[in-house]
């Protein structure tokens, strides 16, 4: 098995702006690259929907060697209902603390020096106040299992990530590919996982190759495959291979061709002024609206 990495968590947001906001201005996140899509994606990436679509990538720096989040805005849905899936993000950040102190955003202190969060649409992030590290402040994605060791198992016997902490007695275990990625958090819930309406996808890249390894192995293990291999088009950039699984519990795993990711994903400096532009056009789509409906 050739090297394996960490990309991105997959979010579903409904108010696009102030979500924006809060990845930009709280978090000191940066737009990556920014794409409209006329109707829904093969892989389901935008979830179970067919209309126009948007995809933001932010974080901290290039996705080449940062983990970062994927905002995906269906037009027209203005909310998710959360499950018990996705528990949260762990980042370092004493900016992004002062941020949210300066902005008057909720914030509450869960451990000395950890203060919870969220962003627009419930989901919860875990901000450590200590100086942002310089390689990706991004630790670790927490996911909620029903089964603790059929999880490990799944994701260190059939992914192949290794096993850097368990604890039986509080019920979690910390998984990952390297160990200047972020982390993969496995915590029970204490029953059956809720996936909700918002629920997300958490992407990986390998070798273009070991792609059909993956799908002929979870088809041996009887395991669910959500999307077979499919190659994905972006308008304008790099046609990407990718599987979609889902683990024991239903959580949607994406596995990418690494190569054609790459040229994917370079950076696009425009990002920032296309994200911009069509929340300011909503914006003003939405005070005429408003404005007719009062005449």
């Known amino acids: 098995m050739g090297a394996r990495r960490a990309l991105h968590f997959v979010f579903k947001v409904g108010d696009r702006p102030r979500t924006a906001r809060f990845y930009r201005q709280l978090l000191g996140m940066s737009v990556l690259r920014h794409e409209e899509f006329e109707e829904g994606c093969k892989a389901s990436c ?4 067919d209309g126009k679509w948007s995809k933001t990538m932010v974080g901290y720096g290039p996705e080449d060697n940062h983990f970062v989040a994927e905002l995906t805005y269906n037009y027209g849905i203005g909310e998710y209902r959360l499950g018990n899936d996705f528990l949260g993000i762990t980042l370092v ?10 902005m008057g955003w909720p914030l509450k202190e869960v451990t000395a020096g950890v203060f919870e969060t969220e962003a627009p649409g419930g989901y919860k ?10 390689q990706d402040p991004v630790l670790k994605v927490t996911l909620g299992v029903s089964d603790l060791r059929k999880s490990i198992s799944y994701w260190s016997d059939l992914l192949g990530m290794k096993i850097y902490e368990k604890d039986e007695e509080k019920q979690r275990a ?3 590919y390297a160990d200047n990625q972020c982390k993969l958090e496995l915590k029970t819930v ?8 918002a629920f997300g996808r958490i992407a990986f890249s390998c ?8 799908e002929a192995l979870m088809k041996k293990e009887n395991q669910k495959i959500l999307t077979p291999l499919v190659s994905l088009d972006t308008p304008g950039k790099a ?10 519990d239903g959580h949607e ?32 789509i939405f005070i005429l609206i408003f404005d007719t409906c009062r005449i």
Not at 190 to 197: C, F, L, M, R, S
Not at 239 to 248: C, F, H, K, N
């Open 239 to 248: 046609t990407v291979q990718v599987i979609i699984l889902a683990d024991p």
């Open 125 to 134: 992030f875990y901000l450590e106040d200590k100086e942002q590290l310089k």
């Open 253 to 284: 795993i994406c596995f990418v061709g690494d190569e054609a990711f790459r040229d994917l994903s370079k950076v696009d400096p425009n990002g920032d002024k296309l994200l911009n532009d069509v929340s300011n056009r909503q914006t003003f």
């Open 93 to 102: 950040s004493s900016q992004a603390v002062s941020n949210a102190k300066e």
């Open 46 to 49: 935008n979830g179970p929907y």
């Open 207 to 214: 070798a273009k190759e070991e792609l059909p390894n993956i």
């Open 190 to 197: 204490g029953g059956a996982v809720d996936h909700g309406t």
């Open 174 to 176: 910390l998984l990952g």
